[in-house]
């Protein structure tokens, strides 16, 4: 039988890319903390409705790459369940079913999870991937959009990701945006000769779709088509130039990305996507979001604005390693109990219990080797003290040896946790090595 893999298009994360994944989620956890942003989950899967309505029926997301799910055995609930591609539709969901619209608003919500698309699988495009979230419901902007831009920026600063541009561009609403639409249409329809198949298809299903383009042909026609930002009604306009004045006064820099239409339906007004200095392709994006005025709406609530943003963690983790930022490494054990009677592991166990149970990491060394071999095996975990459990044992003390100075001392066993407590917190202030 052959040996099974990880399907295609995801991979398991081992511990040093994991160890990544926490740090970054430990940076999100404490932004979100000090901006007002709660934690939310939902579930993996949604009745597909939730997407094809709140993600929008023509676009690639839906179209290509939703994973449908099936229970099998004739599906007896009749539902139709597919895994979340993105976070947004099942939160907005959420916030409708829970009555969040009661609540004072905005409500500001985050989640950190695994998303599903049903895509090729290639270099940064995963089937199984990871996003952290925020969105805020119930504020119309802008303060609120410069402000969570501003938390994004600050979130790939403290990931130690340099040098991230924001792109930045306002769609318009209903009012403006139909007009808009109309005469790109046009503008399409009189080139439809040059138009690859699956575009010729959109244009009269989601012409917008069309500046999304990833197809080499259409480069050039989208570069002249007809630009939304000349169309934006005045309510438009001039939210577009109040975030932009909040943005300039809060000494964000971003560049404006007329073309930027993101691939999801529901997006109004502020839009806008994050990329690794230099970088161009879709396949680079970092992150992403916008405006949704009208998504609360579309899936059944009270007439409610909405921004927010999903940003690719597994993009974040590539792009620090193509930059050469390494993460401290995690699950290193400060203290090894070992001893000199190697059949003796109750009394190792029991020492490295009581340090454990004091909020010390610690290890004992249960393998019955020699206390050379147990030592040796101490120093090359990177552990920083080993406590020796030997005769001195009898006078109720231990030896607690620097593995790094090569020193040690005799410590009774009553001292034995606040001796160490003061050792790594000298050895954490000291030299910082870990
Ligand atoms: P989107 O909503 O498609 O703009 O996705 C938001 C972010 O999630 C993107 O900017 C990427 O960083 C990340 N992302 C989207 N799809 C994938 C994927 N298949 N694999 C890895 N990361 C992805």
Request: neutral net charge.
């Amino acid at each position: 039988m052959s040996r099974p893999q990880a399907p295609r298009g995801t991979r398991d994360l081992l511990p040093t890319e994991r160890t990544s994944f926490l740090r970054l989620e430990a940076i999100a956890r404490g932004l979100t903390d000090r901006y007002g942003y709660q934690p939310i989950e939902t579930p993996l899967f949604e009745q597909a409705e939730v997407f094809e309505r709140g993600v929008g029926a023509v676009t690639d997301v839906v179209e290509k790459e939703l994973f449908r799910v099936s229970a099998g055995r004739g599906d007896t609930e009749r539902e139709r369940w597919a895994l979340r591609p993105e976070p947004t539709a099942g939160m907005v969901r959420a916030y409708i079913q829970h009555g969040m619209q009661t609540l004072p608003q905005p409500v500001k919500l985050t989640l950190i999870g695994p998303m599903f698309r049903y895509d090729r699988p290639q270099a940064g495009r995963y089937r199984q991937f990871w996003q952290f979230d925020v969105e805020a419901f119930g504020d119309t902007g802008p303060a609120i959009d410069a402000e969570i831009l501003d938390l994004a920026l600050r979130f790939y600063a403290e990931a130690g990701l340099p040098g991230v541009e924001l792109r930045l561009n306002s769609i318009g609403d209903r009012v403006c945006r139909p007009g808009y639409i109309s005469e790109l249409s046009d503008y399409f329809a009189a080139h439809a000769d040059a138009l690859p198949e699956l575009e010729r298809a959109r244009l009269t299903t989601s012409p917008l779709r069309l500046l999304d383009s990833k197809d080499a042909a259409m480069q050039p026609l989208i570069a002249a088509a007809p630009s939304i930002t000349d169309h934006l009604c005045t309510e438009c306009a001039q939210h577009f130039a109040a975030l932009r004045a909040h943005l300039d006064a809060m000494g964000v820099t971003y560049r404006l990305d007329p073309r930027l239409v993101r691939g999801l339906d529901y997006y109004t007004r502020t839009t806008f996507e994050f990329f690794p200095q230099g970088r161009e392709g879709q396949q680079d994006a970092l992150g992403g979001g916008g405006r949704y005025d009208g998504l609360i709406e579309l899936l059944g609530g009270r007439p409610t604005p909405g921004i927010g943003f999903g940003l690719g963690l597994d993009r974040v983790v590539l792009a620090l390693a193509a930059a050469g930022v390494t993460p401290p490494e995690l699950g290193i054990v400060a203290t090894v109990v070992v001893g000199a009677d190697p059949a003796d592991t109750v009394t190792r166990l029991r020492i490295a219990t009581q340090l454990r149970a004091a909020g010390l990491s610690a290890r004992a060394e249960l393998g019955q080797r020699k206390l050379g071999k147990q030592l040796e095996s101490a120093s090359r975990d990177g552990a920083h003290l080993a406590v020796i459990c030997g005769d001195e044992m009898a006078a109720g003390q231990v030896l607690v040896r620097d593995l790094q100075a090569g020193t040690q001392r005799p410590v009774a066993l009553g001292e034995l946790v606040r001796e160490i407590q003061r050792s790594q917190a000298q050895h954490r202030h000291g030299d910082g090595s870990r």
